[in-house]
Structures are given as C-alpha cells and as structure tokens.
C-alpha cells in the first residue's frame, strides 16, 4: 500500500509517494520523466553498496540506464569541493538539459545533488529518492537545496523543486537507530509547529516510530510530508509561513557551524536541541506556558535527542559566537534576529527583531560561555 500526496505548485507540482518496496517499481515511475533512457544517480558510498544493486536493476527492468556518481558520506561532503566534484563528474557524463538527476540518499545527498541540478546548464530535472527518515519527512520535498560554507549552514544554494519524490518506508530498515533519532526531530518539529492532535499521538508512538513499526512509521511520514507539502504549496519561497519549519533551526544551525559539520553533532540532533532552547527561550519571554514548553522539551528528549547544550559535543560554547552565527541566518534581516517561537503547542510563530542580548543571556543560563 502507497500513499501520494501532491505538492500543490502549479507549473512545477510533483507527487510525493509513500510507501514499503517502492524501490523496486523505481524504473515505472522515472521513465516518464526520461527523454532518454538513461538518469545519473547521485549517491553516497553506503546507501549505494545498500541499495544501489536494487535501483539499478529496478531501473534496468523499465529500460532506464544507471550512471552512478558516488560521492563521500556525510555532513563534510556538502561543500563547495563536493559540488565542483558532482558538477563535473555530471559533465563527464555529458548529460544534456533533457536528462534527469536522480538523488539517492540522505539529505546531504538531496540538497547537494539538488543544487548541482539547479546549476547544471543552468538547470536540468531531479528526482528524489530519500533513504533517510530525515530526507523522507523533509529534505526531499519543497526544494530547498544548498551547501554549507564554514560561515554559516546552507548559505549557497536555490530553490530547485523535484519532479517526484519516492519514499520508500522498506530501505529504512538499514537505517543506523541515532540517524533515526535524528530524523525524528523534524518528525516531531511538525507537531510542535502546528498539529497539537500530531503531537500528541507523537507523545503516544515515539517507541513504535523509532522502532520502525510499519503502521506508526507511515503515518509519520505521512502526516509530515502531508504538513511540508501543504506549507511548501502556500508558500514555496519562504516569504512567510514557511519560516516556521525552521522551528528549532537558528539555534540549531548555530550549533552545527560551531561544531565544524563533522559526524559529532548531526543536522537532526542539532534540531532537537535547536527545539528545546526555543521551548524554553518562549518561556522565558513569556511567550509559552513553561508547562508547555516543559511537555514539549519532554517529547523530544523520549525521542533520543539532546535537549540541552551540556548533551551537545562542543559544551561549553561561547554565547556570542552562538549569537554571530545566528546574525548570518537566511531569516535575518538587517542584522536582526529571527527566531521560530512557541505561543502553545501546536502553535508557533515567526519572532522578528528578537533582542540578541537577551537571546546572549539566556545561552550563557544555558550554560554558554559568557
Ligand atoms: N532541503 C531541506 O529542506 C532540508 C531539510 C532538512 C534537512 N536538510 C539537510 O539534510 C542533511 C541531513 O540529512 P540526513 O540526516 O539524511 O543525513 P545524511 O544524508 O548524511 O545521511 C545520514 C547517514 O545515513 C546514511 N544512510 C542514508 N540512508 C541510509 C540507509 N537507508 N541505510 C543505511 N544508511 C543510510 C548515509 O550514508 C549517512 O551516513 C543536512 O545537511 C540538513 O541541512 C535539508
Ligand atoms: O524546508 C524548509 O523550509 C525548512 O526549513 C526545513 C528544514 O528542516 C531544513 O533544515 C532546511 O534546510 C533549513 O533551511 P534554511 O533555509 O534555514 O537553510
Ligand atoms: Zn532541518
């Protein structure tokens, strides 16, 4: 049984479709797209040697030639080396703007092949297929893709919308249980944000979610992806409602630039640590009952994550150059600071001018350095 859910954009909406085996019928639901019957796949070393005999052949069964670009796993590969590497290696394929670029993998490989599609001869189709829960709840969908920078997280990039994505629920079973976990944060980010009824049954199904139990884990990816597409077809370029998806984000993409992007400390992680302080930030403002933010920072802890700087590698931080790092979000402007906060769970907003003293303040009570 699969699930599609539309991603409403007009000229470019694309199909989401969820489900267990998806792999295997890959070929049938690429050709389409396919001018020739070819499509470079970009992937990383270990979901190719997992997974990649399987696409391969799914794609040859529907008459659609395999040309692999493996690149390094991990946070370190979404970089500008590992752009110019993909860029090129795509043009020693001598794909042309009637070829398609199939992204298979987790986010890293998503938002890096995404972009290199974006930019190759000035732009040529992608498809997605995500083998993380991360990629499958979020990355995949909405096309935002980009590079990190060593000043700041996905500084470089574009909007680049897919043509489909394909989610299938059955590669998750290789998935390692901490990038589980850290998929997981975003899961939980879409009923902090804006489903009270999501959030609770999340506080009801963590263990069967992480447990990979079929039906909790497709009514998780479900629900997110159907929340993501929603917000993503009101508002595909982040001019408003949008910004709420990066609940958890400026605190966290903080954490990430300061960490160096290495295995320490991985995007979903971040996240969920991204997610408590602004639980608690809301409180201490005023903005959220500290009851609320206290379920809410509860919720993500039962989720493996980390909920404090002192659980995050790199304790202790320096507050201010916390604060530096989150001056050069996309979300500010004019060097002032824009925070996703919480008036109640379920419900939260976009912060803009958020004091960065009072923001310094409250990571040195954290336990940032002052
Ligand atoms: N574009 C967006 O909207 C968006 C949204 C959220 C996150 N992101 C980005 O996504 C990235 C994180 O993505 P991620 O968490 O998927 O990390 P990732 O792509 O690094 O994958 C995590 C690890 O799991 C391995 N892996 C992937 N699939 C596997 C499988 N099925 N079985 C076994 N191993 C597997 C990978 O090789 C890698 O080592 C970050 O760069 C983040 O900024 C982008
Ligand atoms: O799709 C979005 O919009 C998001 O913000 C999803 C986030 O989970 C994701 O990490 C995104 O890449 C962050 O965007 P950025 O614009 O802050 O880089
Ligand atoms: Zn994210």
Do not use: C
């Not at 109640?344 to 960065?356: H, P, Q, R, W």
């Amino acid at each position: 049984m699969s699930r599609t859910i539309p991603v409403g954009l007009g000229s470019r909406a694309y199909d989401v479709v969820v489900g267990d085996g998806l792999l295997d019928t890959a070929g049938r639901f690429i050709a389409p797209f396919l001018k020739r019957g070819r499509t470079a796949v970009v992937s990383d070393e270990t979901v190719w040697a997992l997974h990649g005999e399987r696409l391969t052949a799914a794609l040859a069964s529907a008459g659609v030639t395999a040309l692999p670009v493996i690149v390094p796993p991990g946070e370190q590969t979404k970089s500008f080396e590992g752009l110019a590497d993909v860029s090129d290696r795509l043009l020693a394929l001598e794909l042309d703007r009637g070829d398609l670029v199939t992204a298979f993998g987790g986010g890293v490989v998503g938002d890096l092949a995404g972009f290199a599609a974006a930019i190759y001869k000035r732009g040529i189709d992608f498809v997605q297929i995500p083998t993380t829960l991360l990629a499958q709840v979020d990355s995949s969908v909405g096309g935002k893709t980009a590079i990190d920078t060593p000043r700041g997280k996905n500084l470089v990039g574009a909007f680049h919308q897919p043509r489909l994505v394909l989610a299938d629920l059955g590669v998750l079973a290789t998935l390692p249980d901490r990038e589980m976990r850290a998929g997981y944060a975003e899961v939980i980010k879409y009923g902090l944000l804006g489903d009270l009824r999501f959030f609770e049954w999340l506080e009801a199904n963590a263990a069967a979610v992480l447990a990979r139990e079929p039906e909790a884990l497709a009514q998780a990816v479900a629900r997110s992806v159907e929340m993501k597409a929603e917000i993503v077809a009101e508002d595909e370029r982040e001019q408003g409602r949008r910004a709420l998806l990066n609940l958890g984000h400026t605190f966290g993409h903080a954490l990430e630039a300061e960490t160096g992007y290495g295995s320490a400390l991985l995007h979903g992680e971040a996240v969920g640590a991204g997610m408590a302080l602004a639980l608690r930030f809301s409180a201490r403002q005023g903005l959220v009952s500290g009851q609320d933010a206290e379920r809410g920072v509860r919720a993500v802890a039962a989720g493996g994550l980390p909920t404090r700087l002192d659980e995050v590698p790199g304790h202790p931080f320096d507050a201010a150059r916390l604060v530096a790092h989150m001056a050069q979000d996309k979300k500010a402007e004019a060097g002032r600071l824009t925070f996703i906060l919480m008036r109640a769970l379920g419900d939260a907003f976009t912060a803009k001018d958020v004091d960065a003293a009072a923001v310094r303040d409250f990571l040195i009570e954290e336990g940032a350095r002052g």
